[in-house]
């Protein structure tokens, strides 16, 4: 099945710092969505973004549609320990009885106090 | 806010036993989905179910049923578990398709390992 390349795989930094990921697809989608799953927990969403070149915010959490629809960005500002876990990007077709999603690979987030 | 619960958190079975996975919503979702986590692989489709007695395969469906009596309840089922399908299991459910405003809510997870 199709899966979704998310960079990077994991990341250790130190508290206040900023975080970057992206995740990429060779198909387009109309819908990217942005997923963290806490330790021992199912993912969340945190944003959901619904036009190509959109940029969206959610507090700390920035996030962009990529203009090809193709890709997509995710940034934290100012990480806090509570920032830990794994973050999915996935993206969304519509069409069909369901809004069946293709998720990334994750990106493994470990936030040093 | 929506519940999806599965009922157990961690399971341990023995290769070729029969296992079920049970999961419950309580929002009235009409699409319910069964999702396999490995790291490195993400999160991907087992089956999902849009309707009561409806079911689709997903990604990887082989090895793997389900079951969905009642709209708000969906069952996973190993009918001879292998230890590759060690994994951790993820029930999610969201409104009928096609609508900007049904993202996925997940339980939180059930942690199988066959030995």
């Known amino acids: 099945g199709q899966q979704l390349n998310q960079s990077p795989q994991s990341m250790f930094i130190q508290e206040g710092e900023d975080v970057s990921m992206n995740c990429t697809s060779s198909s387009i989608f109309n819908t990217w969505l942005w997923y963290k799953q806490d330790p021992g927990e199912g993912p969340v969403l945190l944003i959901a973004?619904?036009?190509?070149?959109e940029l969206t915010s959610n507090g700390r959490l920035t996030a962009q549609f990529g203009i090809t629809r193709k890709d997509s960005f995710l940034n934290i500002s100012a990480s806090i320990p509570s920032d830990v876990g794994i973050y999915f990007c996935a993206g969304q077709l519509y069409g069909g009885a369901t809004n069946k999603l293709i998720f990334g690979t994750g990106t493994l987030l470990a936030v040093q106090p | 806010d929506v519940k999806v619960t599965q009922s157990s958190r961690y399971l341990v079975k023995r290769t070729g036993e029969k296992v079920f996975l049970e999961c419950v919503q309580d929002?009235?979702?009409?699409?319910m989905f069964w999702y396999r986590q490995d790291p490195g692989l993400g999160l991907r489709l087992i089956y999902f179910?849009?309707?009561?007695?409806?079911?689709e395969k997903g990604d990887i469906p082989e090895g793997y049923s389900v079951s969905r009596e009642k709209k708000e309840r969906f069952s996973l089922i190993l009918e001879s578990a292998s230890t590759n399908q060690t994994s951790m299991y993820l029930c999610?459910?969201?409104?009928?398709?096609?609508?900007?405003?049904?993202?996925?809510?997940f339980g939180n997870g059930t942690r199988l390992t066959v030995t």
């Open positions: 999610a459910s969201s409104l009928a398709g096609g609508s900007y405003n049904s993202p996925l809510h």
């Open positions: 179910s849009y309707d009561v007695k409806m079911k």
């Open positions: 929002m009235d979702h009409e699409n």
């Open positions: 973004l619904y036009k190509a070149g």
